[in-house]
């Protein structure tokens, strides 16, 4: 069977190797074939109404969508500009919109340390844009409704019809409220149109509450580790598989 992803980072992956669940889910899922990973990094519901036609002249068998971690995700507003304090800080904080920690650190000494020292001037950056400029949330909640139905139903109506609408990650920070409160209406839309809704939000959220965030998740706790993704991969697994059943 053939699948796509589509997503933000979670999905399309950090490093420069990419780290996701695409090839842990290959080992569970022999059977299927990935055409296209379509996730890019901080892009929200809106990316995947823009590439819609896109997406539906692949004519997967399977399409994995999870989107909402960046739609609902409460950040330092980097748009206010009050004072002329964003103005001041450098472009490459700024990617995506972001202003996050680093995931990992480097394993070679003489990058680990430039990488530490870097988290500490985002983390100082942070607080400054938060204490000055306050925080936005980039899609809200209706408007994230309303756009994941309709590439939903887009999807539906091109014949797509195993479809998986996946949670959040788990997120504590400013946003745990928010995105249960997204997950909530992916459920809802998962059960309007028939598709199958997959909740790694809980299952992470009872993981680290057992095990720690370091052991599945990144320094910036926010993007899922190997066993982070191995989770996912898992539940993604099982979700395929019932489907062919």
């Not at 069977?1 to 780290?19: A, L, P, T």
């Not at 990488?115 to 909640?141: A, E, K, S």
């Not at 999807?155 to 949670?167: C, D, E, F, P």
């Not at 788990?170 to 209406?185: G, H």
């Amino acid at each position: 069977m053939k699948y796509i992803i589509m997503g933000d980072s979670i999905s399309e992956g950090i490093g420069s190797k990419k780290m996701n669940y695409e090839s842990t889910l290959l080992q569970y899922c022999p059977k299927i074939h990935l055409i296209k990973n379509y996730a890019k990094t901080g892009t929200t519901i809106e990316y995947a109404n823009k590439i819609v036609d896109e997406v539906i002249e692949c004519q997967p068998d399977i399409a994995i969508i999870m989107y909402g971690c960046v739609d609902a995700q409460i950040r330092p507003n980097l748009e206010k500009n009050k004072y002329g304090i964003c103005s001041l800080i450098p472009r490459r904080y700024k990617i995506g919109g972001m202003l996050s920690p680093r995931a990992f650190y480097s394993k070679k000494w003489y990058r680990y340390i430039p990488d530490r020292i870097d988290n500490l001037i985002r983390f100082f950056l942070n607080r400054i844009v938060l204490f000055t400029q306050g925080t936005v949330q980039w899609i809200p909640i209706q408007q994230f409704e309303n756009l994941y139905r309709e590439f939903v139903s887009e999807m539906k109506r091109a014949g797509i019809k195993k479809r998986i609408l996946v949670s959040t990650v788990y997120y504590f920070f400013n946003s745990s409220r928010e995105y249960e409160k997204y997950n909530t209406v992916i459920q809802k839309i998962a059960i309007e149109t028939n598709s199958q809704y997959v909740d790694i939000y809980y299952k992470l959220k009872r993981s680290v509450a057992c095990d720690g965030w370091d052991t599945y998740y990144s320094h910036d706790h926010f993007h899922p580790n190997e066993n982070g993704y191995k989770l996912i991969a898992n539940s993604l697994a099982e979700a395929i598989k019932s489907m062919e059943e």
